[in-house]
Structures are given as structure tokens and as C-alpha cells.
């Protein structure tokens, strides 16, 4: 490996990636390292593929601002490099006259978020939109859409290596000293240990974004930056109930999620979920016997599901910063100059929306990155 190089990111996610498309220029070395044999097998693709609209959380936050500047960035480049997507919609809905209320509070945090194209439906509108639909009250969000989650990392991907980017696969980054120049990182390929300086350092890693804060020295207890892991399991719904919604449906959201919503892949199939259980442990496979629970969740509001048309389908992992019971945290897209790291950035916590947020969140990085390379 080269032994002085610009930038350095760790982990080939959807983050990593955007921010690679988005810093690459044939003038700069960039290396982006990532442990897996290919990018995008973690995180990026186990999620539900929406791009959200921007409704969910506070104004204030970056996970409002980057979601609501990173949607019509994604329809832009789903459209400029034939990223397969579709602006479906999607209603909020209430099964009763409790959740109404959660649902007038959503509809209200959406308009303050700056999401400008929600409208509130009553009982009978949502039949007309949803005839299969049974609920009190929900809005519509008609700029929430689905998106092929490998088709934009292929996208970023491409646009990355062709501006010059190197991808080095099979390499996992296990220690990071300071330098007076930068970083010296080290990193395990298969059966040997590479070395080599970068001036700047860009932390990607997703659910491992707080080991690599460790690495370079951080006390991720002391900066709150320990990850937690949320688990979410979907299970598809059989094809005899293709179109029987035209749009995505989701429930009042949970503490710890959107709540187990219907969702449609771009093909038209439904799927449920994800639903969220903090663990310890990252482990792909579904349990069937949580089967009951996505039944239970999915009929109260699409009542023509049956328990026999759910299917095992697959799980995914929130990286999040609030551990069970804790009060909302945001995304931290930090540079670390004030704890004696210049040059360093931390993406940590970047669970949902961060598929929709990852253009906004690559041009935030480079806004941070000016003057520096
Ligand atoms: C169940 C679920 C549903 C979701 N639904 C949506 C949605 O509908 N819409 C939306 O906008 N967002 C959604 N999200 C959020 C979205 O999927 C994530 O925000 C996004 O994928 C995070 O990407 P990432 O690049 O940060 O992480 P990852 O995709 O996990 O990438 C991190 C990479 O770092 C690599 N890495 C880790 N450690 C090292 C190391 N030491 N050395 C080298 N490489 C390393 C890993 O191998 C991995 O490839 C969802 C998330 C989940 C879990």
C-alpha cells in the first residue's frame, strides 16, 4: 500500500460509499477499507429500502435536516443514473381513536420538519386511496418512496472508482495512532498486516463505528458514543395479496422504531416489518416463532392478512446511540479536532433515515472537509 494518502474511509456502507462519490477526485488519494469481500453487506442491505420523507424526528436534528435534503437528492440521482425507484407514498394510519391522537402530533412535527406535502385524510378518504386499509385517521406523504438500496451503492461506487477512489476489500482496520501528519492505521488482510499514513480519517463503520471511536483513543463511554444494537426482522407476505396496497402503510411509530409497517419491494411484493428488540448479538437469522407478533401487528390495520401468508424473510441491525428506554438521540457527524484528533470525522449512530440522508450526509462531510485537503 501507498504510505501517504489523503483520506482514509473506513467501511464500504452506504455512508462510506456516498462519501466516496463524493470526495473522490483524481488529484486526492483515497483509500476506502472494508472487511467484507464486497461493499454493502451489512447494514445498507437489510434495511426497508424507503426513502423516507423527513416526518419522524425533532426539527432541530440532523436526522430531520439530512433526511429532508437527502430524499429529493436521491430521487436526483435515481433519475440522472437509472437507480430503479418508484415515489409511491405512504399513509400514516391509526387503528383507534388513541393512536388518532399520535397521529395528529406526527402530521404536525411533519409540517415543522418542512415536509410540505402532507395531507391529513379522514376515514373515508383513506378508503377510497386503501379500500383494504381499516383505520380512523392518517395523512399521506406523497414524496415517500422505495429505492434500490445495491443499485445506488453500485451507483456510488462507480462514480467513486471512476474519480480515482481505490476499494481495498478483505481488510479490516485494527489500530490507529496519531501521527503529526495524520493517522497511521493498521490493517489485517487475510494472512498479513498492512500499514500506511492518511492526513484525514473518515469513521464509516456503522455498527462498528464505536470500536473504531476506541481505536483512536476516544473513551466511548465518557463521549456517549457507545452503540447499541437494534434488532429488526421482516417476513414477506405471500404473493396472493399482491396489490391489495397501492401505497406504504405504517402504523404510529414504536420507542425504538417506525413500527412494523407493509411495505412493497419494487417488484410490487409486500413485506412487513422491521420490529425492534435491543440484542446483544448480531445474528441474520429470522425467528419464525415472532411470527404471531407481525400477524398481530399487520391485522389490526390490513385485516385480509392471515397467519399463514407471513414467511421468514430476513433481519437487520440498528446502530443506535439510545439504548432501551433513553430519550432521542441524532446522528453524530463529528470532527474530532477538540478531543485531539484533527482531521478525524465520526459518523456514529447513523441508523434510519440514514439510507435516504447518505448524498446530504456525504455533502455535509465534504462541507466539513473544506480547507482541509
Ligand atoms: C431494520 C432497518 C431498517 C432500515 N430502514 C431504512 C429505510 O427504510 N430508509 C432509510 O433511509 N434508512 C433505513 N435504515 C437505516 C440505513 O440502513 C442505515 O442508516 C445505513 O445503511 C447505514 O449505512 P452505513 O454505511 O453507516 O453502515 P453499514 O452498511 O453497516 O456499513 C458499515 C461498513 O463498515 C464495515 N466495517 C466495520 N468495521 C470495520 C473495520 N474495522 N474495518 C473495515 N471495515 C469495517 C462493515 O463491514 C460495513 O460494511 C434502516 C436500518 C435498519 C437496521
Same mark, same amino acid.
Not at 399520535?102 to 379500500?131: A, S
Given at each position: 500500500? +501507498? ?50 420523507? *423527513?416526518?419522524?424526528?425533532? @426539527? ?9 435534503? &437527502?430524499? @429529493?437528492?436521491?430521487?436526483?440521482? &435515481? ?20 393512536? !388518532? ?33 381499516? !383505520? ?14 445495491? &443499485? ?12 480515482? !477512489?481505490?476499494?481495498? #476489500? ?11 501528519? &495524520? ?5 489485517? +488482510?487475510? =494472512?498479513?498486516?498492512?500499514? #500506511? ?41 405471500? $404473493? ?14 414504536? +420507542? ?16 412487513? *416489518?422491521?420490529? !425492534? ?16 407478533? #407481525?400477524?398481530? %401487528? ?23 446511540? +439510545?439504548? $432501551?428506554?433513553?430519550? #432521542?438521540? =441524532? ?25 435516504? %440522508? ?7 462531510? *465534504?462541507?466539513?472537509?473544506? *480547507?482541509?485537503?
Amino acid at each position: 500500500m +501507498q504510505d501517504h494518502i489523503d483520506i482514509c474511509i473506513i467501511g464500504a456502507g452506504v455512508i462510506g460509499l456516498a462519501i466516496a462519490a463524493e470526495l473522490a477526485r483524481t488529484d486526492r488519494r483515497i483509500f476506502i477499507l472494508e472487511r467484507n469481500r464486497s461493499f454493502g453487506l451489512e447494514t445498507s442491505s437489510h434495511n426497508s429500502e424507503v426513502i423516507h420523507a *423527513g416526518i419522524y424526528n425533532p @426539527p432541530d436534528s440532523l436526522k430531520t435536516r439530512l433526511c429532508v435534503e &437527502g430524499r @429529493p437528492l436521491l430521487y436526483e440521482l &435515481g433519475e440522472k443514473y437509472k437507480v430503479n425507484h418508484r415515489r409511491l407514498g405512504k399513509i400514516i394510519v391509526a387503528a383507534d381513536t388513541d393512536e !388518532a391522537k399520535e397521529i395528529e402530533r406526527l402530521y404536525r412535527q411533519g409540517k415543522e420538519n418542512g415536509v410540505n406535502d402532507l395531507t391529513f385524510l379522514t376515514t373515508k378518504q383513506i378508503k377510497q386511496l386503501e379500500p383494504n386499509v381499516k !383505520a380512523v385517521a392518517g395523512f399521506l406523504s406523497p414524496s415517500t418512496g422505495i429505492i434500490d438500496s445495491h &443499485g445506488l451503492m453500485q451507483m456510488f461506487y462507480g462514480r467513486a472508482r471512476e474519480n480515482g !477512489a481505490d476499494f481495498i #476489500f478483505n481488510t479490516e482496520v485494527t489500530g490507529i495512532a496519531k501521527t503529526n501528519r &495524520g493517522f497511521k492505521i493498521e490493517a489485517r +488482510q487475510e =494472512d498479513s498486516t498492512a500499514e #500506511f499514513n492518511t492526513s484525514l480519517l473518515i469513521n464509516a463503520a456503522g455498527l462498528y463505528s464505536d470500536k473504531i471511536a476506541e481505536l483512536a483513543g476516544i473513551d466511548v463511554q465518557d463521549a456517549k458514543y457507545r452503540i447499541h444494537y437494534c434488532r429488526g426482522e421482516y417476513f414477506s407476505v405471500s $404473493p396472493r395479496l399482491k396489490g391489495i396496497v397501492n401505497r406504504l402503510i405504517y402504523p404510529v411509530p414504536e +420507542q425504538a422504531g417506525t413500527g412494523i409497517h407493509i411495505s412493497l419491494n419494487l417488484e410490487g411484493n409486500l413485506k412487513l *416489518g422491521p420490529s !425492534a428488540h435491543y440484542v446483544d448479538t448480531i445474528n441474520y437469522r429470522v425467528d419464525e416463532s415472532n411470527k404471531n407478533d #407481525f400477524y398481530r %401487528a399487520s391485522h389490526r390495520y390490513l385485516p385480509a392478512i392471515q397467519f399463514e401468508d407471513l414467511t421468514p424473510d430476513f433481519a437487520g441491525f440498528r446502530p443506535k446511540l +439510545q439504548g $432501551p428506554g433513553d430519550s #432521542f438521540r =441524532d446522528f453524530v457527524i463529528q470532527e474530532e479536532s477538540y478531543r485531539g484528533l484533527p482531521g478525524l470525522i465520526n459518523l456514529i449512530g447513523i441508523e434510519s433515515p440514514g439510507l435516504t %440522508a447518505s448524498p446530504a450526509i456525504a455533502k455535509y462531510v *465534504g462541507e466539513k472537509l473544506k *480547507g482541509w485537503v
